[in-house]
């Protein structure tokens, strides 16, 4: 992701504009633009049908009404396509996540942990080509780098927000966080591709209880009682440090978790 900081009109203050990078090159024309959102629905529902075995650029011409030959001008192969599918879908996961823990009346070290992960959990339900794509694509260079920078962003979006509001003792092991993001993608495989449905929200249930049971041996009083939501929110006012004004030049993942929680602020109004 880039972020932007550009003034508005008089009395509107600073607002901020997103925009997502991929590795193909974003087209720049409505009509290409409206191209590729046909190339990668079309994807989507082939991955659905019939898993990364289904997806070949004949499959998608047919499906998508594109030509082969236009396919190629923006993605060089099939696991191109795939990544940028999931840079997609990263975004919706990204969102879901900001709005399961803007959504709780009281945000704790626990219950932050069980957001964050139940709306991982639930976005991979409802979206089950994600599943083919995120896991069972990962014999791919491209598609391990996506799942990999997922993680990562993730996890250091959840270090700046627990470091924000002080629900973590400096004694707290300084990889804990990663470790837990790392170890619910690993779970995540093994629930969804595995385990019966019926049985898999217990399942990812016992991890939440478990991963923050664990946070919790390093949690402060703040991280143990919680904060109401808008006092959270509130915690979390330190603007993004690092960005280029017009350019838009690209953040590390700890900034780019900042930029999420500034999003967050604006969301519900806070300054």
Do not use: C
Not at 208 to 222: C, H, I, K, L, N
Not at 253 to 268: D, F, I, K, S, T
């Amino acid at each position: 992701m880039w972020v932007q900081v550009r003034e508005g009109p008089p009395g509107a203050g600073t607002r901020l504009e997103i925009a997502v990078s991929t590795t193909r090159r974003d087209p720049m024309q409505q009509r290409s633009r409206e191209r590729v959102e046909q190339i990668l629905a079309a994807a989507s529902e082939l991955l659905h049908e019939g898993g990364l075995d289904n997806l070949s650029t004949r499959a998608l011409a047919e499906r998508s009404g594109v030509p082969v030959g236009t396919i190629y001008r923006y993605f060089e192969n099939s696991d191109a396509i795939v990544a940028a599918f999931l840079d997609r879908e990263m975004e919706r996961l990204d969102a879901a996540i900001a709005a399961a823990v803007l959504g709780l009346e009281r945000v704790t070290l626990r219950g932050l942990i069980e957001a964050a992960s139940l709306a991982h959990f639930a976005h991979h339900q409802q979206h089950p080509q994600t599943v083919t794509a995120w896991f069972g694509g990962r014999r791919s260079a491209a598609i391990r780098d996506r799942v990999r920078e997922q993680d990562a962003r993730l996890a250091s979006w959840l270090q700046t927000v627990v470091d924000a509001a002080g629900f973590l003792a400096d004694d707290a092991p300084p990889y804990g966080i990663d470790v837990i993001v790392r170890l619910g993608d690993r779970l995540m495989e093994y629930v969804l591709l595995d385990v019966p449905k019926d049985a898999q929200e217990a399942l990812v249930g016992s991890y939440v209880d478990m991963v923050a049971s664990y946070a919790e041996r390093y949690a402060t009083p703040v991280g143990m009682e919680g904060l109401p939501a808008h006092e959270f929110v509130a915690a979390l006012a330190e603007r993004p440090a690092h960005y280029d004004g017009e350019n838009g030049n690209a953040l590390s993942p700890a900034v780019e978790g900042r930029r999420q929680l500034r999003e967050m602020r604006l969301r519900l109004g806070v300054n």
